[in-house]
């Protein structure tokens, strides 16, 4: 078994534990140059919290121990392909590999899926079924956008 597999076969593992013990079956491995550095699982179901992937799990571990939000060099190997925010978490990561082994249609039919999400994502904003609404602001006062290009440029 290459150690690919063996590092996909780590994350299906977390997931099946994860479903014996009541959770979702996701479970979710970081990898740097060949080492597990994070691992994770679905906590959804135990903490009420629509967040707690397993792939936001690992990535979040994996950053303290690395101590960076940069991920550059690392591999995700997820059980399922992963959904639209831990996807957006992978890019803004900078993970440029991420393995899965069960895809979107085997997800769908387990009643898991994530087609719903993906689909309003790429929709604009009016047509979406969550309405977004962009606020007018007072900029004279407490703008945080400058102040973040201001220490910048320091």
């Known amino acids: 078994m290459s150690n690919r597999e063996q590092f996909m076969q780590m994350a299906i593992d977390l997931a099946y534990r994860n479903v014996e013990s009541g959770g979702k079956p996701f479970g979710a491995v970081i990898v740097k140059n060949g080492e597990v550095i ?25 950053c303290r121990k690395l101590q960076s939000s940069d991920l550059s060099g690392c591999e995700l190997y997820a059980s399922g392909e992963p959904c639209p925010m831990c996807l957006t978490a992978s890019y803004m990561a900078n993970l440029k590999k991420i393995y899965y082994a069960y895809n979107a249609e085997e997800e769908e039919e387990a009643g898991l899926g994530t087609k719903y999400y993906y689909e309003q ?33 320091a």
Do not use: C
């Open 38 to 62: 994070a691992t994770g699982v679905n906590e959804v179901l135990d903490t009420y919290d629509p967040t707690r992937h397993a792939e936001l799990a690992a990535i979040s571990e994996a």
């Open 121 to 153: 994502v790429s929709l604009p904003h009016a047509e979406r079924d969550m309405k977004m609404n962009n606020m007018e602001k007072n900029t004279a006062v407490n703008n945080p956008f400058e102040l973040w290009v201001s220490k910048q440029k």
